[in-house]
């Protein structure tokens, strides 16, 4: 049964500090992985998709990696504002189109 | 604007009730998904539909029943509501494999 692992569960920095999200998994044989913003009391927001094949996904101030050998993807946001305080989580896709998520990262931006 | 559109967005029900939450999306995606989310918990599948016409069980499917009503929509109905169904529900959808999933705002359900 693949497991998904977000390590710290919550994180505080200052404003313009870099944030290195981490997300580990247990089974590689995926699809794809998928990192999601989440505010409080919202929906979730995808923010980068990265396929089995790939290694990275960059998307302005943000660049996920993904290393499927080792069952680990880093979510980094270069430059954090305030704006970035949410939870992240990580999701990866394995067969049967199933998508298991880890438990997320809260992250807060101190001004 | 495209996407996964989920009502109610808020409900409060008494235990033993019945209500049926709704999904539609307009992306024509293929599979759609229930997951409920709680507290420490994360996100957990409840039930999936691959195409129109097919359902299965996810992780969590006890007291939880679907339809996929045609291409489009996908409902989830709680025949019985319990206090442990207190959660927040979210729909997504996805269309082949090498696509991302695509949420719904959700739907808070408190069950007293």
């Known amino acids: 049964k693949q497991e998904v692992t977000q390590i710290p569960a919550a994180l505080s920095v200052p404003e313009g500090e870099n944030l290195v999200l981490n997300c580990s998994f247990t089974d590689s044989a995926i699809y794809n992985l998928q990192w999601f913003r989440q505010d409080p009391g919202k929906g979730l927001t995808s923010l980068l998709l990265i396929q089995s094949s790939q290694r990275e996904q960059t998307s302005g101030r943000l660049n996920a990696s993904l290393d499927k050998s080792s069952g680990r993807s880093t979510l980094y946001i270069a430059a954090s504002q305030p704006g970035d305080s949410a939870t992240y989580l990580c999701a990866v896709r394995a067969a049967g189109n199933k998508l298991t998520f880890g438990g997320g990262t809260r992250v807060l931006v101190k001004p | 604007n495209a996407g996964v559109t989920q009502t109610p967005k808020f409900q409060v029900l008494k235990t033993g009730q019945s209500m049926t939450l709704q999904c539609a999306q307009d992306?024509?995606?293929?599979?759609m998904y229930w997951y409920r989310q709680d507290p420490g918990m994360g996100l957990r599948l409840i039930y999936y539909?691959?195409?129109?016409?097919?359902?299965d069980k996810g992780e969590v499917p006890n007291g939880y029943n679907v339809s996929r009503l045609n291409k489009r929509e996908f409902s989830l109905r709680l025949e019985s509501a319990a206090p442990s169904q207190t959660s927040v529900y979210f729909c997504a959808s996805i269309d082949g494999q090498a696509y991302g999933y695509t949420f719904g705002s959700g739907t808070r359900l408190t069950v007293v």
């Open positions: 539909s691959a195409s129109e016409g097919t359902t």
């Open positions: 992306m024509n995606h293929n599979s």
